[in-house]
């Protein structure tokens, strides 16, 4: 079996077709799996990515020379086949399937295998070599249906409105922002957000997405308006001078990391909702035996462990890599090109 993708200190480097997967230099081409900032970054001469991706990467990285591919949508690049297959993780997101000589990889990428209905539902792909993220790699990270978390989040929502109070949700501008919107489209007339979370969803409807609209916050919002309605926020507005306007409020965070209870609590917060974008042990593990891959590369998040279950059970041949892609957490930095300033938002 060829090395057709090796890991170097620029990124997953496909050398027979020149080309790069994700990478966290500045090359010549660069093929992105989909929009949060440790996956796509600045500099790159030349972007792939799925069509959905590319007035999101437009937003966050500026004008570039970016081309397209709908899904399953082939190209050949240098002689080796590409091309874009559903992730699920977020709009836009894609698995990247490269073909040689009849021997197949795949680089998922992040993905999530229960179809949110906006982020395409995940296709497991056939391949010989699976390159495969583990953020959730641990027995203990098992979600719950989407919807029995967003009837938990709606039935929070109408518990703060009883009490007075404005229900902040933390959630993340691209990604998670979207499916907790429409879920909680009808607990308020008016739902608001921060900036980053605003010019995220605008951005979306305004190129075609039928999402809900929201009511951006400025320094001139009314508290009385605020007061008992819906805001959303990205994790990194918790803790700053930019809450103070919604006195008295609860917070709730919408993270795959709040099924563990301690973290609820570390986060001084009043509510956590198990909704990741990521898929959870089971998933990877069906991932993963769906693929029949015999040959296993593991990325970000418990890749130790992760790998070392999947050799002790012969499920695929395993090894950690080392990467710089990050946590559900690390995918804050996708809002740094927003900062949070007190009379911002």
Same mark, same amino acid.
């Given at each position: 079996?060829?090395?057709l993708v090796s890991f170097t200190d620029k990124g997953l480097y496909c050398e027979k077709g020149n080309f790069y997967i994700d990478p966290w230099k500045?090359?010549?081409?660069?093929?992105?799996?989909?929009?949060?900032?440790?996956?796509?970054? !600045?500099?790159?001469?030349?972007?792939? %990515?799925?069509?959905? =991706?590319?007035?999101?990467?437009?937003?966050?990285?500026g004008e570039n020379n970016y081309q397209t591919l709908q899904w399953n949508e082939p190209v050949f690049i240098n002689g080796i086949k590409v091309s874009l297959? /559903?992730?699920?993780?977020?709009?836009?997101?894609?698995?990247?399937?490269?073909? %040689?000589?009849?021997?197949?990889?795949?680089?998922?990428?992040?993905y999530k295998t229960e179809d949110d209905g906006l982020s395409g539902k995940?296709?497991? $792909?056939? %391949?010989?070599? !699976?390159?495969?993220?583990? =953020?959730?790699?641990?027995?203990?990270?098992?979600?719950? /249906?989407?919807?029995?978390?967003?009837?938990?989040?709606?039935?929070?929502?109408?518990k703060n409105k009883e009490n007075g109070k404005t229900s902040l949700l933390l959630a993340y501008s691209l990604g998670k922002a979207q499916r907790v919107l429409q879920a909680i489209k009808e607990t308020a007339q008016t739902i608001y957000a921060h900036g980053a979370v605003f010019?995220?969803?605008?951005?979306?409807?305004?190129n075609g997405w039928k999402l809900t609209t929201v009511e951006r916050i400025? /320094?001139?919002?009314?508290?009385? $308006?605020?007061?008992?309605?819906?805001?959303?926020?990205? /994790?990194?507005?918790?803790? =700053?001078?930019?809450m103070k306007k919604f006195h008295p409020y609860s917070v709730?965070? %919408?993270?795959?990391?709040?099924?563990?209870?301690?973290?609820?609590?570390?986060?001084?917060?009043?509510?956590? !909702?198990?909704?990741?974008?990521?898929?959870?042990w089971d998933?990877? $593990?069906?991932?993963?035996?769906?693929?029949?891959?015999?040959?296993?590369?593991?990325?970000?998040? !418990?890749?130790?462990a992760f790998s070392r279950y999947c050799n002790e059970e012969n499920i695929a041949i395993s090894a950690e890599v080392k990467t710089q892609y990050g946590s559900e957490d690390e995918e804050a930095n996708s809002e740094q090109s927003e900062p949070i300033k007190e009379t911002e938002v």
């Open positions: 079996m060829s090395n500045p090359v010549d081409k660069a093929i992105i799996t989909h929009a949060h900032g440790d996956h796509a970054r !600045f500099g790159s001469k030349n972007y792939l %990515c799925h069509t959905f =991706t590319k007035p999101i990467l437009r937003l966050r990285l297959h /559903p992730a699920g993780h977020i709009i836009g997101s894609s698995q990247v399937r490269i073909e %040689c000589n009849g021997e197949v990889w795949v680089v998922s990428g992040d995940f296709e497991p $792909l056939i %391949c010989n070599t !699976f390159i495969t993220e583990s =953020t959730f790699g641990l027995p203990i990270y098992k979600w719950k /249906p989407q919807q029995l978390i967003y009837d938990n989040i709606i039935n929070w929502i109408s010019n995220m969803q605008q951005m979306l409807i305004d400025t /320094p001139d919002t009314p508290k009385e $308006l605020l007061k008992g309605t819906v805001v959303v926020a990205p /994790p990194s507005a918790d803790g =700053t001078p930019w709730g965070i %919408c993270s795959g990391w709040m099924q563990v209870r301690g973290n609820i609590r570390r986060r001084n917060a009043d509510a956590g !909702f198990a909704l990741s974008d990521h898929a959870d998933g990877l $593990l069906q991932t993963i035996k769906a693929t029949e891959a015999e040959r296993l590369f593991v990325t970000h998040g !418990f890749q130790s």
